[in-house]
């Protein structure tokens, strides 16, 4: 029997610093495969360490990029699938140095639809704006993806024609709103400094040196390739000695079940810089209140936002231990309330998906045809 047939087209994904679940990326790139795997075949450029992260089986995983070298390879990677195959690319967490690279081994021309970058967040200096303006006069037909409404301003009004408003995508699976009291105040993902994790050793010193016992976990992992800034092994220290006793601290980075367990029943402390975080998109966030976890935040940042609207958390103008201490016993007297409103928030927020992003990859695609016997 013979029949036609269209291939899925196929769709390389970029991710250089993929090399286990530390941070987001790998949730983010997961939950991209699982929704092209129906839709489109999926190769994946990674980190060498990344074979083993529990991707579908139909998705490629490539481990190609070494940390010393990723640049050079990325630039070596750009002018392989961009010159030769007529595949779209997507970079999912670009940054500046993608447009540059991109630039350089693209040569000049480059098709419409063939290259997507995802940019999460974007500084707002002179600087950088007038870095993209010069990127954006070299007329390259990238698609830049940003993940917030101002964002996607900063990239049209710097001359990019093909600029798409993607919100971060949920990657968490909802919460079943079982019954779940409060459990303890947790600090999840990477450790670093402008997450304000100082703050949050504060808070832990302040409850020990009050004789409280609220139980608190501090997750406590590194960035990618086990990196600490040097006032976060400061801070680690400071943890380490500060005495407590109902502190939990998990150094380790965690798989994704023993990540989103860490949600049940908690109140998410993210104490994260305002100025850093005005119009950065967080995980954790979308983590948390999908798994029905308050959260206490700083007001004025994406993150406050987030939970607003269902009144899903509380917003900080002073993220330091006391105001942080204080939020908290506000919402553990009232914590099923609290919890009822983190997960309709995150109910809300799970309607957000990567179908504009796949309709982008399929749209105007040749796909050849094949009899099939």
Same mark, same amino acid.
């Given at each position: ?185 947790? #600090? ?39 990196? #600490? ?29 023993? #990540? ?74 009232? #914590? ?38």
């Amino acid at each position: 029997m013979t029949g036609d047939a269209r291939a899925k087209r196929t769709v390389h994904v970029v991710e250089p610093t993929l090399e286990d679940y530390a941070g987001h990326c790998h949730a983010l790139v997961r939950s991209f495969c699982d929704a092209a795997g129906g839709r489109l075949n999926v190769k994946l450029w990674a980190g060498r360490n990344a074979a083993n992260l529990g991707f579908a089986p139909q998705v490629e995983v490539l481990p190609y990029f070494r940390r010393r070298l990723r640049l050079l390879q990325l630039l070596m990677l750009f002018r392989r699938l961009l010159r030769v195959r007529d595949e779209p690319v997507v970079v999912m967490t670009a940054r500046r140095f993608d447009l540059t690279l991109a630039r350089l081994a693209a040569g000049g021309a480059l098709k419409p639809g063939r290259l997507f970058l995802y940019f999460h967040w974007f500084r707002q200096t002179p600087k950088h704006i007038a870095y993209l303006r010069k990127a954006a006069a070299a007329r390259l037909q990238v698609t830049i993806l940003a993940t917030t409404e101002s964002a996607t301003a900063v990239f049209e009004s710097a001359g990019f024609e093909r600029v798409v408003y993607l919100p971060y995508p949920t990657t968490a699976v909802p919460a079943d709103g079982g019954d779940a009291g409060f459990r303890h105040l947790l #600090y999840a993902g990477a450790a670093r400094a402008d997450k304000g994790f100082r703050h949050v050793v504060d808070l832990v010193e302040l409850l020990h040196q009050r004789g409280m016992q609220v139980p608190i976990t501090v997750q406590a992992s590194a960035e990618h390739y086990g990196k #600490y800034d040097e006032a976060t092994r400061a801070n680690l220290r400071r943890l380490e000695h500060s005495g407590y006793a109902s502190l939990r601290l998990a150094r380790e980075t965690l798989d994704p079940v023993q #990540y989103a367990e860490l949600f049940w029943g908690a109140i998410c402390l993210q104490p994260y810089e305002k100025d850093d975080f005005r119009d950065r998109v967080s995980g954790v966030t979308l983590d948390a209140l999908t798994y029905g976890a308050p959260v206490i935040g700083p007001a004025g940042t994406w993150i406050a936002r987030q939970f607003a609207e269902n009144s899903a958390g509380v917003a900080l103008e002073d993220m330091g231990a006391e105001s942080m201490l204080g939020a908290a016993q506000t919402m553990m007297a009232s #914590y099923d309330r609290y919890r009822a409103n983190a997960l309709a928030a995150g109910r809300r927020l799970s309607a957000r998906s990567w179908a504009p992003l796949l309709s982008l990859l399929q749209e105007n695609a040749q796909f050849p045809q094949q009899a099939v016997a």
